[in-house]
């Protein structure tokens, strides 16, 4: 009941902090997929054209998840070979192109298989919006597209996973993970004066990984809180002085932390590890700290979500999974896959969680320690994403390759 409780005090936090209708960042106000936001949309069809508000057909192709301010929406893509980067402002009433702002960028950078590049998402304070264009640098402009300043200093990120971490806003500082590189190149942690661009602080790591970091506080105090290769770690957001390390996570941290009441769960993707931690204390923090360790799991691309004294998260394969928080106890045995592959992220929005597959179908369940799935929608065939759910002010708006959707019951 105190965890309950302390996850309705810190979505009324979020709420009082960033306007319920905004989602200014990857995964919404907080950054781990909270929405204080009720009466959501739960049933439509693409086919059926049913709670369809609108549908717009992008330029390129893209796995990207918008971000939406007030009446904007913004979102990244690039044309094939990544030649031109594009930050894209479109008109949330309809989806039309408000203006865009281009980067050229000619050097070949790795990505998956045929996978187009720009997976990160922008993020907006309302005065700015900061995009990350991978080894094309990140690019600051106010809300009408006009540039305010640039790094294309940060080095060539070159991974065969490409890369997707996403930047943070946070009080008068800007925050990108850069990389993941392998072999040659950096991986460090940036953090630069929002207004200017200029450094304040910047940490190496030996081994990158494609989550975001979150800023949490802990003990009452403001964390940056990160996973990559072996490691969950906590920075002080100031400085950039580690605080904390727990060990137990493997290679290939494709999902980004959750924090909440003191806990902490962070996981790795193609069949690593993932933990649970109990948060509290400075240096190495495993032999007191990590409460559980499941050695070995399905793939986890998409980030899960702590809703009371659970977790909840999506695998690869198509797999819901709920396990206690602190004891790492698996609660749903889902006998059936609702879905065979997924990289989208949950989100929780009045006792429900939300989540997109890669075929594009949204699936519901409740919020719950007993199995539920309320609702599965599609949009229609020959759509695809690895995009997550993005929720406004009543609507839902939902990425593909191919479109971006607007889901609304609004009459």
């Not at 690019?139 to 070159?158: F, M, N």
């Not at 970091?213 to 809180?225: A, F, M, R, S, W």
Request: proline share 4%; with cysteine.
């Amino acid at each position: 009941m105190r965890l309950l409780l302390s996850t309705i005090i810190l979505f009324a936090a979020s709420a009082a902090l960033v306007r319920a209708d905004d989602w200014p960042a990857w995964r919404g106000p907080t950054g781990q997929g909270y929405c204080a936001e009720k009466n959501l949309p739960v049933k439509w069809s693409g086919k059926d054209n049913v709670n369809i508000k609108w549908r717009i057909k992008l330029a390129h192709p893209g796995y990207s998840t918008p971000i939406v301010w007030k009446d904007k929406i913004f979102l990244t893509m690039a044309n094939e070979g990544g030649k031109v980067r594009s930050l894209y402002c479109l008109d949330r009433a309809d989806g039309k192109q408000l203006w865009k702002a281009d980067v050229e960028h000619a050097a070949k950078e790795q990505t998956w298989a045929n996978y187009p590049y720009c997976h990160a998402s922008p993020v907006t304070d309302g005065e700015r919006v900061v995009v990350s264009f991978g080894s094309a640098g990140m690019h600051c402009y106010d809300l009408d597209g006009k540039p305010l300043w640039k790094r294309i200093d940060l080095g060539v990120w070159q991974h065969q996973f490409g890369n997707s971490s996403s930047p943070v806003l946070h009080e008068d500082l800007c925050y990108m993970w850069c990389g993941p590189n392998a072999g040659k190149g950096r991986n460090f942690l940036l953090a630069v004066d929002k207004k200017t661009g200029k450094t304040v602080w910047e940490h190496n790591e030996k081994t990158g990984s494609w989550g975001t970091p979150i800023i949490t506080k802990i003990d009452g105090l403001e964390n940056l809180v990160l996973g990559m290769g072996a490691h969950l770690k906590g920075f002080d957001p100031k400085t950039g002085k580690e605080l904390w390390l727990c060990e137990g996570l493997t290679s290939y941290v494709y999902t980004s932390p959750v924090v909440s009441n003191g806990y902490a769960i962070a996981m790795s993707g193609y069949g690593g590890a993932g933990i649970g931690i109990k948060l509290g204390g400075s240096g190495n923090i495993t032999k007191d700290g990590q409460l559980w360790r499941h050695p070995s799991n399905a793939q986890r691309v998409g980030s899960g979500i702590i809703i009371g004294e659970h977790v909840y998260i999506m695998e690869d394969p198509g797999t819901p999974k709920c396990f206690e928080l602190a004891t790492g106890k698996e609660v749903w045995l889902v006998k059936e896959r609702p879905s065979t592959r997924n990289w989208g992220s949950m989100v929780h929005a009045d006792g429900k969680l939300y989540v997109m597959d890669r075929d594009a179908r949204t699936f519901i369940f409740a919020a719950s320690p007993k199995y539920e799935l309320l609702a599965a929608n599609n949009l229609g065939k020959g759509e695809s994403t690895n995009s997550s759910v993005v929720i406004s002010n009543g609507e839902i708006f939902l990425r593909t390759s191919q479109s971006l959707w607007c889901i609304s019951d609004k009459k």
